[in-house]
Nanobody
Framework: QVQLIESGGGLVQAGGSLRLSCAAS????????MGWFRQAPGKEREFVAA????????SYADSVKGRFTISRDYAKNMVYLQMNILKPEDTGVYFC??????????????????????WGPGTQVTVSL
């Protein structure tokens, strides 16, 4: 059974940076795409970034393009989200998730949460003014 655990969240001032990590255990995730989502208080969970199983294709929400970078380390079975130039509207709980299917070649259109399972418990990111 795959387990995903996020880390790296915290409190940061606007304009700052954070690097989130997602550690997978129980199975290698090398043949699965991975994604990051976030949920702000009172709002629905929204897509942030995703990377294909091969790492050759990535997808980002328009709101984070140019500021966030998703990457993965196959040897460590980990996925990262580098977040730069953080804004107060980036505040929320950030979740790591694995694609339900293996060997997806690319992310097209809206990347929906329903494409992913399992999920990690999340890590809180708070961006202050």
């Amino acid at each position: 059974q795959v387990q995903l655990i996020e880390s790296g969240g915290g409190l940061v001032q606007a304009g700052g940076s954070l690097r989130l990590s997602c550690a997978a255990s129980g199975r290698t995730m090398s043949t699965y795409g991975m994604g990051w989502f976030r949920q702000a208080p009172g709002k629905e969970r929204e897509f942030v970034a995703a990377v294909t199983w091969s790492g050759s294709s990535t997808s980002y929400a328009d709101s984070v393009k140019g500021r966030f970078t998703i990457s993965r380390d196959y040897a460590k079975n980990m996925v990262y989200l580098q977040m730069n130039i953080l804004k107060p509207e980036d505040t929320g709980v950030y979740f790591c998730a694995a694609d339900r299917i293996s060997y997806r070649s690319a992310w097209t259109g809206t990347v929906k949460a329903g494409l992913f399972d399992p999920w990690g418990p999340g890590t809180q990111v708070t961006v202050s003014l």
